[in-house]
């Protein structure tokens, strides 16, 4: 019922800056959180930046100082800006989205997107 889809990745340099985008879409009630997570070849999913609906946010220490999430809401999109980026950050960038949508009744979801590439040369 609800989908969420992630763009704007790509490659860039070392040092360089990407910016992600992830909008959700459907029959959405409201949304309380959106949260960005990467996975790396052989490496676990990671939680990189989360922020809620009224804006409270929270970073890895890997990205802190370097990464900015933001959302809005009544767009029902989030964004992830990608600064001085490192090699180290290449991985599939995932899009969460927790929230309610509405069809006879309320409902909870927690969706995720397919993922978008982010590659960094060094």
């Known amino acids: 019922q609800v989908q969420v889809v992630e763009s704007g990745g790509g490659l860039v340099q070392a040092g360089g800056s990407l910016r992600l985008s992830c909008a959700a879409s459907?029959?959405?009630?409201?949304?309380?959180?959106m949260d960005w997570y990467r996975q790396a070849p052989g490496k676990q999913r990671e939680l990189v930046a989360a922020i809620t609906s009224g804006g409270s946010t929270n970073y890895a220490d890997f990205v802190k100082g370097r990464f900015t999430i933001s959302m809005n809401n009544a767009k029902n999109t989030a964004y992830l800006q990608m600064n001085s980026l490192k090699p180290e950050d290449t991985a599939v960038y995932y899009c969460?989205?927790?929230?309610?949508?509405?069809?006879?009744?309320?409902?909870?979801?927690?969706?995720w997107g397919q993922g978008t590439q982010v590659t960094v040369s060094s």
């Open positions: 969460n989205a927790v929230g309610t949508y509405y069809t006879h009744r309320p409902y909870e979801f927690d969706s």
């Open positions: 459907g029959s959405i009630f409201s949304i309380n959180a």
